[in-house]
T-cell receptor, first 114, second 108 residues
Framework: DSGVTQTPKHLITATGQRVTLRCSPR?????VYWYQQSLDQGLQFLIH???????AKGNILERFSAQQFPDLHSELNLSSLELGDSALYFC?????????????FGEGSWLTVV | GQNIDQPTEMTATEGAIVQINCTYQ??????LFWYQQHAGEAPTFLSY????GLEEKGRFSSFLSRSKGYSYLLLKELQMKDSASYLC?????????FGQGTELSVKP
């Protein structure tokens, strides 16, 4: 158990809908990262938050947004869902987002869009 | 992944040693992580290198050459449970960048 908690673990929803994925980082970690992993694909970086502020952004679609709250949990919002958004979404956390600090991954949220 | 090259697949025998190579772009480099990922599960941390040289951790060792943009993960005394995907991930631009990973199959 990495200490990073993600909910829900599984989610099935229809095209056009909106979902919210939630992540609680490890105790004491200020940085939260979101990654997308489609079937047989590598992990694609979406976004990084540090202590409530956006620090880095990857190839995140405009239909996707994220935020980190004062209690440090983070949410990834996916809207106008398409079939191609079906993937495993991972949240990861580290102490401060600085190189050298181990980044721990949660178990992921499986999203299936039908 | 972003110019991260690893072999797609490797096969090895239980009890043997295997070396998984990785090359990456050196610009903005701030260390390199190796993760293990079983299908459908979370990546789990194996090792971190920021200086040149070898880091040893039990059955797993990782090597880094910053000037060459090269790393390898060495797995000794292979066990069946080591069958998984191994991900080389340089830390660049404030984030981990992953390649496609190397799918390792350990045979009896």
């Amino acid at each position: 158990d990495s200490g990073v908690t993600q909910t829900p673990k599984h989610l099935i929803t229809a095209t056009g809908q909106r979902v919210t994925l939630r992540c609680s980082p490890r105790s004491g970690d200020l940085s939260v990262y979101w990654y997308q992993q489609s079937l047989d694909q590598g992990l694609q970086f979406l976004i990084h938050y540090y202590n409530g502020e956006e620090r880095a952004k990857g190839n995140i679609l405009e239909r996707f947004s994220a935020q980190q709250f004062p209690d440090l949990h983070s949410e990834l919002n996916l809207s106008s869902l398409e079939l191609g958004d079906s993937a495993l979404y991972f949240c990861a956390s580290s102490v401060d987002g600085v190189a050298g600090n181990t980044i721990y991954f949660g178990e992921g949220s499986w999203l299936t869009v039908v | 992944g972003q110019n991260i090259d690893q072999p797609t697949e490797m096969t090895a025998t239980e009890g043997a040693i295997v070396q998984i190579n990785c090359t990456y772009q050196t610009s903005g480099f701030n260390g390199l992580f190796w993760y293990q990922q079983h299908a459908g599960e979370a990546p789990t941390f194996l090792s971190y290198n920021v200086l040149d040289g070898l880091e040893e951790k039990g059955r797993f060792s990782s090597f880094l050459s910053r000037s060459k943009g090269y790393s390898y993960l060495l797995l000794k005394e292979l066990q069946m449970k080591d069958s998984a995907s191994y991900l080389c991930a340089p830390f660049q631009g404030g984030k981990l960048i992953f390649g496609q990973g190397t799918e390792l199959s350990v045979k009896p």
